[in-house]
């Protein structure tokens, strides 16, 4: 997702100048992607120049409004057509920390993984409060994209959960393939079905 | 005071070698207007802390006090009426009496409680009402959607006077946005004056709570929030005493 496509979707609805763009911008994404001016004009200048946008005369206030162009059409209707690409996204700041854990010697990752579902588990809490009690149709926009949020940090949480499970499986299968051989089995026995049965 | 609170609890099943330890030194304690969601994998005791906390089974160890009344001290009758008075449950499969309306549904606690017929028929309309459902008193079971049946769930579990509300995977089946209504009718309930505890394996139910709880191998090892409240960060400066 880009700014750019953003700024296009809004002048789809009509022309627009810069600080009208902005604050559509904020109240579209719930405030939760602030934007400085200097973006929206740097922004603009480059929907100018590939022509997806133009710019209209002064008006007499000073503002100079801008109008999206065929070009911006068909260029918005294709990203609203194309699904985002994950690897647009930012690197995974969390998998790597976790995969660092794993292999630095003296880390107690299923603490780093407690740490961060906690953590998480609170950036849930806090949006789920801010979930408006009554529904109103107004409200829509931004109860889709405070959902967005949610599903997020919610699938980090069960990814979390995955980790932690395969975590403990996994020092399962360290502690009985480190078992000394002289052990008798069926104390083996005995200590693996404790094991399963917690 | 808390309307439930659990003492360093402790449930075993079994004895000796094969002794199973479902719950080891669980303390928790639940105020009213309080929603406390318990969170944990497969096994981690979950379900039986939900089950000692509405006194439907009994701890090895610890104690466990209702609206102050410590269940282990109560007979077989009071521990009943605690059940039926002051306890509701919401299950994930609903226990709807398949040959009951709704409202008779939801009278059935205080019916067995003894109330007048008159009355536990107000009362079940109120909670009805409550739910969003009164105009489906009448109306079977089967002849509802999951979504409304659980409703009525709910409105069974609330009837009364209910100040604590023990929910097990209450949105089990029920599609996202059905679900998600039925965790905001447990907020609204506890928002005026309940206490509620919620176990669920999925985080964004668990988000409703003011308090999660992650339970692992019977034991708390971790609990997300209270939210903290601007009076609260008073405390965390060193050399403060608000």
Same mark, same amino acid.
């Given at each position: 997702?880009?700014?750019?496509?953003?700024?296009?979707?809004?002048?789809?609805?009509?022309?627009?100048?810069?600080?009208?763009?902005?604050?559509?911008?904020?109240?579209?994404?719930?405030?939760?992607?602030?934007?400085?001016?200097?973006?929206?004009?740097?922004?603009?200048?480059?929907?100018?120049?590939?022509?997806?946008?133009?710019?209209?005369?002064?008006?007499?206030?000073?503002? +100079?409004?801008?109008?999206?162009?065929?070009?911006?059409?068909? @260029?918005?209707?294709?990203?609203?057509?194309?699904?985002?690409?994950?690897?647009?996204?930012?690197?995974? @700041?969390?998998?790597?920390?976790?995969?660092?854990?794993?292999?630095?010697?003296?880390?107690?990752?299923?603490?780093?993984?407690?740490?961060?579902?906690?953590?998480?588990?609170?950036?849930?809490? @806090?949006?789920? +409060?801010?979930?408006?009690?009554?529904?109103?149709?107004?409200?829509?926009? *931004?109860?889709?994209?405070?959902?967005?949020?949610?599903?997020?940090?919610?699938?980090?949480?069960? *990814?979390?959960?995955?980790?932690?499970?395969?975590?403990?499986?996994?020092?399962?299968?360290?502690?009985?393939?480190?078992?000394?051989?002289?052990?008798?089995?069926?104390?083996?026995?005995?200590?693996?079905?404790?094991?399963?049965?917690? | 005071?808390?309307?439930?609170?659990?003492?360093?609890?402790?449930?075993?099943?079994?004895?000796?070698?094969?002794?199973?330890?479902?719950?080891?030194?669980?303390?928790?304690?639940?105020?009213?207007?309080?929603?406390?969601?318990?969170?944990?994998?497969?096994?981690?005791?979950?379900?039986?802390?939900?089950?000692?906390? $509405?006194?439907?089974?009994?701890? %090895?160890?610890?104690?466990?006090?209702?609206?102050?009344?410590?269940?282990?001290?109560?007979?077989?009758?009071?521990?009943?009426?605690?059940?039926?008075?002051?306890?509701?449950?919401?299950?994930?499969?609903?226990?709807?009496?398949?040959?009951?309306?709704?409202?008779?549904?939801?009278?059935?606690?205080?019916?067995?409680?003894?109330?007048?017929? =008159?009355? %536990?028929?107000?009362?079940? /309309?109120?909670?009805?009402?409550?739910?969003?459902?009164?105009?489906?008193?009448?109306?079977?079971?089967?002849?509802?959607?999951?979504? !409304? !049946?659980? =409703?009525?769930? /709910?409105?069974?579990?609330?009837?009364?006077?209910?100040?604590?509300?023990?929910?097990?995977?209450?949105?089990?089946?029920?599609?996202?946005? %059905?679900?998600?209504?039925?965790?905001?009718?447990? =907020?609204?309930?506890?928002?005026?004056?309940?206490?509620?505890?919620?176990?669920?394996?999925?985080?964004?139910?668990?988000?409703?709570?003011?308090?999660?709880?992650?339970?692992?191998?019977?034991?708390?090892?971790? %609990?997300?929030?209270?939210?903290? !409240?601007?009076?609260?960060?008073?405390?965390?400066?060193? $050399?403060?005493?608000?």
């Amino acid at each position: 997702m880009s700014v750019k496509h953003g700024l296009l979707a809004l002048l789809e609805r009509g022309s627009r100048y810069g600080y009208q763009l902005r604050t559509e911008f904020e109240q579209a994404t719930g405030g939760t992607w602030p934007l400085n001016i200097g973006q929206v004009y740097t922004t603009l200048s480059r929907l100018e120049r590939d022509g997806f946008a133009r710019a209209l005369p002064e008006s007499d206030g000073g503002q +100079r409004p801008y109008e999206i162009t065929q070009d911006g059409r068909i @260029e918005l209707a294709l990203w609203f057509a194309s699904p985002i690409n994950r690897t647009d996204r930012p690197r995974d @700041e969390l998998a790597i920390k976790l995969a660092l854990a794993l292999t630095t010697p003296g880390v107690d990752v299923r603490a780093v993984v407690q740490t961060q579902r906690t953590a998480t588990m609170r950036t849930l809490q @806090e949006y789920t +409060r801010l979930k408006p009690g009554a529904e109103r149709p107004d409200d829509l926009a *931004w109860r889709l994209v405070l959902d967005a949020m949610i599903f997020r940090a919610e699938a980090e949480v069960r *990814w979390l959960d995955h980790c932690e499970s395969s975590l403990a499986r996994y020092a399962s299968t360290q502690i009985a393939a480190t078992t000394p051989p002289a052990v008798p089995t069926d104390i083996t026995a005995e200590d693996n079905r404790e094991a399963t049965t917690r | 005071m808390s309307v439930l609170e659990l003492r360093d609890v402790y449930r075993t099943h079994g004895k000796g070698e094969t002794a199973v330890h479902a719950l080891g030194g669980v303390t928790l304690s639940v105020a009213p207007g309080e929603f406390v969601a318990v969170m944990g994998p497969s096994g981690s005791g979950k379900s039986t802390l939900l089950n000692l906390a $509405g006194g439907l089974d009994a701890p %090895t160890k610890g104690e466990v006090v209702v609206e102050g009344s410590v269940l282990g001290t109560l007979n077989r009758k009071q521990l009943a009426a605690v059940r039926r008075r002051r306890v509701g449950y919401v299950f994930q499969d609903l226990n709807l009496l398949p040959s009951l309306t709704a409202a008779e549904n939801v009278a059935l606690p205080l019916e067995l409680d003894g109330m007048s017929l =008159r009355k %536990t028929r107000r009362h079940a /309309i109120a909670a009805l009402e409550e739910v969003g459902l009164a105009d489906l008193a009448l109306r079977f079971p089967d002849e509802m959607s999951g979504g !409304q !049946q659980q =409703r009525v769930a /709910i409105a069974r579990a609330l009837v009364g006077d209910r100040r604590l509300v023990l929910a097990d995977e209450p949105t089990g089946a029920l599609d996202s946005q %059905t679900g998600e209504a039925v965790l905001k009718l447990l =907020r609204a309930r506890v928002d005026a004056g309940a206490a509620g505890v919620l176990v669920t394996h999925e985080a964004r139910h668990a988000a409703w709570a003011d308090r999660v709880v992650f339970l692992r191998d019977g034991e708390v090892v971790d %609990t997300s929030g209270p939210l903290v !409240q601007p009076e609260e960060l008073l405390h965390n400066v060193p $050399g403060v005493r608000a």
